[in-house]
């Protein structure tokens, strides 16, 4: 997957001119060795640094190119872990100054997921990693070019891709089991844009047209030896049996949107600022299913022999938001802020579902050959939400400056599920209606900055009428305060900030009370100029219950989660020319719903040789225990040798 990352490395080298000893050149190339002792999906999962050739970093820029020609007087290329990194970087801006600027950007990423104890209900037979993975790939280009920059008018056409494709695995349920299946995604999201930007004194702003297409493409099938399900057995005296399982989708996407930013200054005391937002996408998917087996329907009250299904849907998602606010300097140092947004989105679809079960035998014995089940759906969902907000803001009380805001925020939902959805009648009104939200917001902050302390906080307050979704809070506080001090020369830097959260819904069922506390402390001492020494602390809390409906009985249940973590990192640099030495050590455990403990040094030596020549070594070691059953635990030592050149 990364292979074609490593013929680059050349081609950046050989971009650089005979000019690299007039215009600067920086790069860190070399090579990285990986042992692993343990689980290597989880490590994957979570590092997934890999063995390999790596261009760590590389960064060449130069101006006035080309003297006296008419097309180029700047270039730039910077890269960053191109190779055997799981996330890489690279980007080149070119142009002259007074008539176009151009920049590309380029990122891929891997994401890759294995983990034994992510839904997996086979992990008591000792099953892992688990039949929930993926092993996809993220590659991104965004490309830029403005004509006429600096300008009281300039003009940008732009072009975006974002490809997301890769294997993974799955679990469906059909018949009365669960079978284990592949699963292939390719998708792809193209963007193209063009607008103008104006730069008066007074008024400035820009206004861009742009237009994004996404298709999408999944194929899933059965996978090997996976025909007996994940519950072996049969039911009703049958047994629930897979020879076969195909599913493929694809997806498309069209969205027009536009973007407007407009700001001005009609008089030397008043700002405005206005924005609209508006997108409008159509979604058509077209799937097909091909199942066969022995397999038992309790909805339909027969057994059957596989499934031969077609979804035909389609869907439109129209939004618009549009916002003015205005910004008073009331006096020296007293700024009044107040503004108003409006958005409303009006999502509405529509699906045929065409089902032949075959071969269906009642649950006596009586065959009744095969049974069609045709479903033709249609619901919306209108969204309709204003905010308004007004504050004060004092600038400069002597050391002190204070902010205090209060915003109002209403929403009005009107959703129409069709008839022959499943719908549960909730206490507080079931998936259709009409319905109303007022959410009312208080946020306040303060700073005082003196003879090198700085002390600022922070609480806000929302609190609502009413829920509309299970995620709706009616009550949330949040406070921040954080206290720092650091000396002019950057001897000593220390800071320590605690936060908590705090947000309810205990109504209509819902249930929900959670809270989050964090304490983060850090220091760094510099008491020469060759040594600087490090050191943060931190504990995180956090507990969440909510109420929750179980799918097979319908029944209501509790889920509770409680995390209780610390972490603890201490490092030190050290500077000998021609030698710099930087070691750290981190260290993590968590308990509660999730067990576990990480412990992490990381250590780097850097050595100038002659000239802009130098050399780099790295070590990079992770332990990971889960504290369970020791099926995710690893230990991972990756070492580096780079090749440095810096001028």
Do not use: C
Not at 278 to 294: I, K, L, N, P, R
Not at 567 to 585: I, Q, R
């Amino acid at each position: 997957m990364r292979k074609h990352f490593a013929l680059l490395l050349p081609l950046l080298l050989l971009a650089v001119p005979a000019l690299a000893e007039t215009f600067p050149l920086d790069f860190e190339l070399g090579y990285r060795w990986t042992t692993i002792d343990g689980n290597d999906d989880v490590y994957r999962s979570q590092i997934n640094e890999d063995e390999g050739l790596l261009l760590r970093s590389f960064n060449y820029s130069g101006s006035n190119l080309s003297g006296d020609a008419t097309m180029l007087d700047t270039f730039r290329i910077t890269a960053s872990d191109l190779g055997s990194g799981p996330s890489s970087m690279l980007r080149i801006d070119a142009g002259r100054s007074d008539f176009y600027k151009l920049r590309v950007n380029y990122r891929r990423m891997e994401a890759y997921n294995a983990l034994p104890q992510f839904a997996n209900p086979l992990l008591g037979q000792g099953i892992i990693p688990g039949q929930h993975t993926m092993d996809r790939t993220r590659r991104m280009i965004d490309a830029d070019l403005e004509f006429m920059p600096g300008r009281p008018i300039s003009f940008v056409v732009g072009y975006s891709q974002n490809e997301y494709d890769g294997p993974g695995e799955t679990t469906y349920f059909v018949g009365q089991d669960e079978f284990l299946l592949r699963q292939e995604i390719d998708d792809s999201e193209q963007e193209m844009r063009a607008g103008l930007s104006f730069n008066y004194e007074r008024f400035w702003g820009n206004i861009t047209q742009g237009w994004r297409t996404f298709d999408g493409d999944e194929t899933l099938t059965l996978s090997p030896g996976a025909g007996a399900g994940n519950n072996p057995g049969s039911i009703l005296g049958t047994p629930v049996t897979a020879t076969g399982v195909s599913l493929e989708g694809r997806n498309e996407v069209d969205t027009p949107f536009t973007n407007i930013y407009l700001s001005g200054r009609p008089m030397d005391r008043l700002t405005l600022t206005g924005t609209y937002v508006q997108s409008s996408a159509e979604t058509d998917y077209e799937g097909v299913e091909g199942t066969t087996g022995s397999f038992v329907g309790f909805d339909i009250g027969r057994f059957f022999s596989g499934i031969n299904q077609g979804v035909s849907s389609r869907g439109e998602n129209d939004r618009w938001r549009g916002g003015v606010r205005a910004e008073v300097v009331l006096t020296e140092g007293i700024d009044l802020l107040a503004g108003y947004r409006t958005e409303e989105r009006e999502l509405e679809g529509a699906a045929l579902i065409q089902t032949l079960f075959l071969n269906t035998v009642s649950f006596g014995g009586v065959n009744f050959g095969d049974l069609q089940q045709i479903i033709d759906a249609g619901n919306s969902i209108d969204r309709d939400e204003d905010i308004a907000d007004i504050g004060v803001q004092f600038r400069s009380l002597g050391p002190v400056s204070l902010r205090a805001t209060y915003s109002e925020t209403s929403q009005e939902i009107f959703a129409t599920p069709d008839v022959s959805e499943i719908v549960i009648d909730e206490p507080y009104g079931g998936q259709g209606g009409e319905f109303e939200r007022k959410i009312k917001t208080f946020d306040v902050g303060a700073s005082m900055v003196l003879a090198g302390f700085t002390l600022s906080g922070q609480y806000r307050d929302d609190s609502a009428d009413d829920p509309i979704f299970r995620t709706d809070y009616l009550d949330r506080q949040k406070s921040r305060l954080r206290a720092a001090y650091a000396t002019k020369s950057g001897m000593f830097r220390a800071s320590v900030l605690a936060e908590n959260t705090e947000a309810e819904n205990r109504e209509g069922g819902v249930g929900y009370d959670g809270e989050m506390d964090v304490l983060a402390a850090d220091v760094e001492i510099a008491p020469w100029p060759m040594l600087r020494l490090r050191g943060s602390y931190a504990e995180y809390e956090s507990s969440s219950v909510v109420l929750w409906r179980r799918p097979e009985s319908l029944t209501i249940d509790e889920s509770v989660e409680t995390e209780e973590g610390e972490s603890m990192e201490a490092g030190l640099t050290l500077l000998f020319k021609p030698v710099t030495v930087d070691l750290g050590y981190g260290s993590f455990e968590n308990e509660g719903s999730l067990p576990l403990e990480m412990n992490r040094l990381r250590g780097r030596l850097t050595f100038k040789l002659k000239g802009a020549v130098g050399l780099a070594a790295e070590y990079a070691y992770d332990e990971y225990d889960e504290s369970t059953e020791n099926i995710a635990d690893y230990t991972a030592e990756r070492y580096g040798l780079y090749l440095t050149w810096s001028q």
